[in-house]
């Protein structure tokens, strides 16, 4: 794409986002945020007809005239239904996956076609992506897009205009809009440094905030739920049979805890302290051990588990970027 | 790179090449038959390199195939302009193209060039037996377009099809107001190339043998329409080009054509009008019936001294006017010494015996008149015989066909007598054109075919003027009456034959060709008069370029509202997916307990504001909330289809907590499971 193109569509991206404001989840796609161009294939089809009817009107052949006239009108309901391709959709969520630096994070939009006509070819990139991702939806189906992209520096990666756009049926236009919610991944410090994990201290044992519930999990019991529970971790079965709301308990494996400090790491700079501190976290989340971490302004009391992981790593990637 | 994933279907290739081979299709016959099998060649090469992984031609060789073409079609046309070359051209070029398909821009090119093979197609023949196949043509190059746009879309090429079957008749509305009300112009941007095959037609120049070979052709000729009655069939003498330079062999109208002012015409009998539509073809003759009084205002024609229609450019498009003729009227104006001298003009030294019979019968005869009828009496108890196999003449052939074989066709016995009445000093000169027509009852107009053809001859008599003087008529009197088929049985093709004995089938034909003659004259006509007039019969007041632009633009904005319309908002599934419905029930039971959704809020968005409002309400409900963010929006690995029954059930069990609240109506609930 050459600058001068990406640069307009940079300014016209913008000229949009000023039109419509930010988006908030869901968002259903109504004709006032749904443009349409036609493409560049669009462009030389119009040549062509324009050419024919020149010839027509020329040579006077009113059979050529109804034939410039045919490709003209497929050319404008084929807009019609590019346009309508998109009308009505909805975009019902966006979710990020965060990586680690010099890994690929994930955007997965679900969208959701509440009509009785089928959308097909429905195509969901943003800046940076590997590739797009185009998604079919039969009538009256969810289908998710999911993209890669590729992460570069720790912190926060903005996903500025996504955008879902279709060529369906014939190539020759584009409708697009813009989704303006404010989505970025999480991109992780990348774990690295050779320090050994700091030894444990003590032995603890508390179950009850026990995070994903990992497969080295020793199963305990039913308690009932109590404000704050993930909803991953309600037996929903036994609900469903008539049961009040239940919460599925695990017994920790782990015996010990370590303190990953931030402090403690003499002789680094902070990035190389932020690597380090990741690839401790990355260790001792994969032996399923107990740990601390403690940064800056910030601390993170002993636990375990994936929503631990994700806490610190995020602590991690935002460090001395944005206000804990 | 693994060889599945190489390989990427070979539908897009497929349906452009189809669409570029029914384009080479069209002009079967009209262009050189290798161009037809060069396309084809590199079709099948293209698709096998494709499938097969067969290895394609390089760019060198490329290249080189491109030039050969070029200069193949250069050594047959002799020129790359004209429809003819430049169709063959588009050929070649859309062939090699095929050759590096490699993206999908390469095969939009190709594609491209299918669509012009078809706008090439309709220029040059726009019959109404055609129109279905350009159709079909069109909606072949749509549906290849919808396969290119999109290869790896779910629905194949079927449903590509349909897409542009749909497309194509949601378009036709358009393509009919474009053809109604797009401005015509009234001339032309540039110049029309004239067609490079001979049409069907009179020539200028007669040899006893060529109108044989029109007879052969059931082409149309022109179609006309009497305003009130028909002329009796012996005076349905249709007037072509008027010969009369002899070489012994062949009659000629030297070019240039005499132009000048026309002669003046003294009606004797009843006048005819009538509205003619002249078939295209590769001459400059607008015919009429014998003898038209003047000119047709409407077209660009000049009526010769000699009452014949020319045309200043070749009539390659069909034309239609309006004419007024006399059968019965005298060209009164003397005959001038340079003309009469010209008029009786033959070869020297050839045709002796003529010369002798002619001197015998001028003698005998005494006046000029009497001379003609001496003549015509010598044709008709001469033994001569009416036949469109005669055999071959050679040498004097004026003495061989009046004296050895005695057989011939209207050209010979035409020939012939002119040759008698100049060798006996009377002027005379043979006029082509067509004797007869066939009434057609459906469409009440008389047909025309190239088969009726017909050659006579006119003499010069002192106080009557030039007269017309049909020699065959003395021969086979029955032609004048009769179709030349009813006369000449043997003439006619087995199709043609079985025509005459099959009588449903004849008026078929006479259908097919009634269908033809409005497509003629209300389609293939229609220009901007038309469009003009059209407007007229709308109702407007004062029909103009302006007016048809802006009834254009209105019947444009009126198609675009409709198409728009149509394709309007999508219609809303009759039921929502399951999971949706289940939401959508938790809500509704929510809303009841007080607590309303805002239509921006998400689910975990609206667990929040529950609890806000209502904390004992919030801490139940939530759990389902974040159970149905989770199912809705989370990883989608997961045994999903069990989870949404199971929430689907947890919905119907759940209860808002009686609480406080002025909407405190607990609602009904149907219990399942």
Redesign the interface.
């Known amino acids: 794409m050459s600058r001068f193109r990406s640069d307009l569509e940079r300014r016209i991206a913008a000229w949009a986002a000023a039109r419509q404001g930010a988006d908030e989840l869901p968002v259903r796609l109504r004709r006032r945020r749904l443009y349409i161009l036609p493409t560049r294939a669009g462009l030389g089809f119009a040549a062509a007809v324009l050419g024919m009817l020149l010839a027509a009107l020329n040579y006077g052949n009113g059979t050529a005239l109804a034939l410039a006239g045919i490709l003209a009108g497929i050319a404008l309901v084929a807009m019609h239904q590019c346009h309508r391709n998109l009308l009505e959709l909805e975009i019902a969520s966006a979710e990020t996956t965060p990586a680690f630096a010099g890994g690929r994070g994930g955007l997965t939009l679900a969208l959701l076609n509440e009509a009785r006509i089928a959308r097909l070819r429905v195509q969901v990139d943003v800046a940076g992506a590997t590739r797009p991702a185009v998604v079919d939806l039969a009538p009256n189906t969810l289908a998710r897009a999911e993209l890669e992209v590729p992460a570069k520096r720790r912190g926060r990666l903005l996903l500025e205009r996504v955008r879902i756009s279709t060529t369906y049926p014939f190539g020759l236009f584009r409708a697009w809009t813009w989704l303006n919610a404010s989505l970025a991944i999480v991109v992780f410090p990348q774990p690295r440094g050779a320090r050994p994990l700091p030894a444990p201290q003590g032995i603890r044992h508390d179950s009850r905030r026990a995070g994903g519930g990992g497969e080295q999990d020793e199963w305990r019991g039913l308690r009932p739920f109590r404000d704050g529970d993930s909803p991953r971790q309600v037996a929903w079965k036994a609900y469903a049979r008539g049961a009040p709301l239940l919460v599925k308990e695990y017994a920790s494996s782990g015996t010990g805890q370590r303190l990953l400090d931030f402090g403690r790491l003499p002789g680094l700079d902070a990035e190389a302290r932020l690597e380090q501190l990741a690839r401790w976290i990355v260790d001792a989340d994969a032996l399923g051990e107990r740990y601390g971490l403690v940064l800056p302004g910030r601390e993170f009391g002993a636990d375990r588990g994936t929503e631990h992981r994700r806490r610190a790593l995020t602590a991690l990637a935002l460090h001395g970027l944005e206000a804990p | 790179m693994s060889a599945r994933a190489a390989a990427p279907t070979p539908r897009p290739l497929a349906w452009t090449a189809a669409a570029f081979l029914g384009g080479v299709l069209l002009h079967l016959g009209r262009v050189p038959l290798w161009t037809v099998v060069a396309a084809f060649v590199c079709a099948a090469w293209s698709l096998a390199g494709h499938v097969r992984r067969l290895p394609l031609p390089g760019k060198t060789l490329r290249i080189a195939i491109a030039l050969a073409l070029i200069a193949a079609v250069l050594v047959i046309f002799r020129t790359l302009n004209g429809l003819e070359a430049g169709t063959a051209l588009l050929t070649a070029m859309g062939s090699v193209k095929l050759l590096e398909t490699h993206t ?2 390469d095969r ?1 090119v190709v594609i ?1 060039a299918a ?2 093979l ?2 090439a197609a ?2 040059d023949a ?1 019959d109404l037996l055609f ?1 279905p196949i ?1 159709a079909a043509h ?1 909606w072949l190059c ?1 549906a290849a ?2 396969v ?3 290869p ?4 194949g090429g079927r449903a590509a099809a349909r ?2 079957a749909r ?2 008749l ?10 109604l009300f ?1 401005p ?2 009234a001339g ?3 110049a ?1 190339p004239a067609p490079g095959r001979a049409a069907t037609g009179l020539s200028d120049t007669l040899t006893p043998g060529a109108i044989s070979e029109l007879i052969e052709s059931p082409e149309p000729a022109f179609r006309v329409w009497f305003d009130g009655a028909l002329p009796p069939a012996a005076e349905r003498y249709w007037r072509g080009p008027v010969l009369d330079e002899f070489d012994g062999a062949t009659w000629s109208r030297p070019p240039p054509w005499r132009l000048g002012p026309p002669r003046s015409l003294a009606p004797l009998g009843r006048a005819y009008r009538y509205r003619l539509t002249l078939e295209p073809s590769a001459h400059r003759w607008a015919f009429a019936l014998d003898t038209i009084a003047s000119a047709p205002q409407t077209i660009r024609v000049r009526l010769t001294p000699d009452h014949v229609l020319v045309s200043a450019r070749p009539l390659i ?1 069909p034309v239609t006017y309006e004419a007024v003729s006399y059968p019965h009227a005298r060209d009164a104006d003397p005959l001038t010494a340079r003309m009469r001298a010209r008029d009786l003009i033959l070869p020297r030294g050839r045709n002796p015996r003529t010369l002798a019979l002619a001197h015998r019968l001028r003698t005998e005869a005494g006046g000029d008149a009497a001379f003609v009828e001496a003549a015509l009496g010598f044709l008709r108890r001469g033994g001569f015989r009416y036949t469109l196999t005669p055999p071959r003449l050679a040498g004097d052939q004026v003495d061989e066909l009046l004296f050895e074989t005695r057989q011939g066709f209207c050209g010979h016995f035409a020939s012939a007598f002119a040759a008698l009445m100049r060798a006996g000093g009377v002027p005379a000169r043979i006029v082509t054109g067509y004797l007869g027509g066939e009434w057609n009852p459906i469409g009440r107009y008389l047909l025309v075919r190239q088969s009726d053809a017909h050659a006579w001859v006119e003499v010069w008599l002192e106080g009557r003027g030039w007269t017309r003087v049909d020699p065959t008529a003395a021969i086979a009197p029955e032609r004048l009456t009769h179709d030349l088929l009813e006369v000449l049985p043997s003439a006619a093709s087995a199709t043609e034959r079985l025509l005459l004995e099959v009588h449903w089938l004849a008026s078929i034909q006479l259908a097919w060709d009634a269908a033809n003659a409005w497509w003629t004259s209300t ?2 006509d ?2 901007l008069s038309s469009q003009l007039a059209l407007l007229g019969r709308l109702g407007l007041r004062a029909p103009g370029l302006t007016a048809l632009a802006a009834v254009l633009a209105l019947a444009l904005c009126a ?2 509202a409709v ?2 319309w ?12 399951r ?2 419905l289940a939401y959508r029930r938790l809500c509704g039971k929510l809303a009841r307990a007080g607590s309303v959704r805002e239509s ?1 809020e ?1 689910p975990l968005a609206y667990a929040d504001s529950i609890a806000r409002r209502n904390p004992e309400i919030g ?2 409900v ?2 389902l909330l ?2 149905y ?2 199912l ?5 690995a997961r045994a999903e289809a069990l ?1 949404v029954a ?2 689907q ?2 919905v119907a ?1 759940w209860r808002a907590p009686a609480v406080r609240s002025r909407s405190d109506r607990v609602p009904r609930e149907r219990r399942k ?1």
């Open positions: 999908r821009r939009y491209a669509l012009y078809l706008l309709a220029l726009q129109l350009y069109a749509a377009l919808a290119n746009a999109h790896q879309s779910p629905l897409l542009a497309s194509f949601a378009a036709l509305p358009l393509a009919v107001l474009v053809f797009f015509r112009l032309s941007l540039w029309l498009e389609v293939i229609f220009d198609w675009l198409s728009a149509h394709y309007g908002k999508p219609p809303p599934a009759r039921r929502p997916d999971l949706a921006h998400g801490r139940r939530r759990p974040e159970e963010a989770a809705r929006f989370g990883p989608a989870r199971e929430f059930r947890a069990r499971a």
